[in-house]
């Protein structure tokens, strides 16, 4: 990722990065289902791209073993063994060599995603329910109970740095590194805040009505999207100006939008469905059924071309979003 990330450009409506007018629809394809988990998937995660059709994604469950798994197909590639708590998030660094994930046992942990092993912990004093790499994966930052957001050098992971202490008054929920000098924090105090890495000092907040869901940072790295009780919210990320706030009839946990298509995926606390909605008109599109429990996390891959959902059932399943021929889906 650049240091700056680029603005937003969303293209004009019925524009389309497929060739021609309103080219991406929704097919009405049956998802691929990724079986393993045995409890709740709360959090996933896509790595960039990283060649020709070549990206991953980790999934956090609550049966304290994170996946690694083929972007594309979802088949399994392995199991990160060690955490003796749910894993509440897991991320990829930016070349996919590392992952990391923050866990119920008081712990963050950093991964080789080649052999599978811990590579460090780093110990905290109490819940850990969100990790983010820097953009050159050579910092960790990580927040959740203790209400305290830290930085870790992995270089020197016994001093990590604190920002902003005491001001976060809830669990922090998630972090999203927007560029190498900005920080977001997500918390149970309906607050984000913005904090500049450089002087450690808060640089912007925006309240929220309700408990905050999900925060996260678009595959493009332009876009920040974040859910609170029944409404979503889209932020420019190096701006930091909200963009779009769009309220919906149901809870919402998580959202996803791709940007060519002008559409967004929704999932849910309060159903089972997987639902698509327009971002000019904010009118609801599709519903998809498949999943048996709550949606947790949703999150489109970096080419745009799938998109995944994690759901309370314990499965992933991976929808195509595109009218050519993609992965399994022939």
């Known amino acids: 990722m ?32 990724c079986h393993g988990h045995s409890r ?12 020709d059709d070549e990206y ?29 708590g749910a894993v509440w998030q897991a991320r990829l660094s930016n070349d996919a060599t590392m992952a990391v994930t923050a866990s119920a046992d008081f712990s963050a942990k950093i991964w080789d995603t080649f052999s599978g092993e811990c590579l460090q912990t780093l110990s905290h004093n ?22 305290k957001l830290r930085v870790f050098d992995l270089t020197r992971p016994d001093l990590p740095l604190e920002i902003g202490h005491q001001i976060h008054n809830g669990t922090i929920k998630s972090i ?40 996260e940072l678009s595959a493009e790295g332009n876009l920040i999207s ?39 995926i929704t999932g849910g606390s309060s159903d089972t469905w997987v639902r698509v909605y327009d971002y000019d008109t904010e009118q609801e599109l599709e519903v998809y059924k498949g999943h048996h429990g709550s949606i947790w996390s949703v999150s ?10 994690g759901s309370e059932d314990g499965t992933i399943k991976l929808w195509k979003y595109t009218n050519q021929p993609y992965g399994l889906w022939k």
């Not at 007018?21 to 998802?31: D, H, K, L, T």
């Not at 690694?68 to 060690?82: A, H, P, V, Y």
């Open 126 to 147: 109490h819940i850990v329910r969100s990790v983010t790499f820097s953009p050159n994966p050579t910092h960790v930052a990580t927040g959740g109970q203790e209400k």
């Open 56 to 84: 991953y994604m980790i999934s956090a469950c609550k049966d304290n073993n994170p996946m690694l798994r083929d972007g594309i197909t979802g088949d399994w590639i392995g199991t990160f063994l060690g955490h003796k």
């Open 226 to 264: 974040a859910t609170g009780g029944k409404s979503v919210y889209f932020f420019e990320a190096q701006s930091r100006r909200l963009i779009k706030n769009i309220s919906t009839p149901y809870e919402v946990s998580s959202v996803a939008l791709h940007q060519q298509s002008r559409k967004f």
């Open 176 to 215: 999203v590194w927007s560029d190498p000098n900005t920080l977001l924090s997500a918390s149970d105090d309906k607050k984000l805040r913005w904090w500049d890495l450089r002087s450690r000092d808060l640089i912007s907040q925006f309240d929220v009505d309700e408990l905050i869901g999900s925060c």
């Open 300 to 309: 489109f891959s970096p080419d745009g071309k799938l998109y995944a959902t």
């Open 2 to 33: 650049n240091s700056g990330s680029p603005s937003l450009n969303l293209p004009s409506e019925g524009q389309s990065s497929n060739g021609g007018p309103g080219a991406i629809q929704a097919p009405r394809v049956v998802p691929l289902t």
């Open 40 to 51: 709740p998937v709360v959090h996933l995660h896509f790595s960039p791209m990283l060649g």
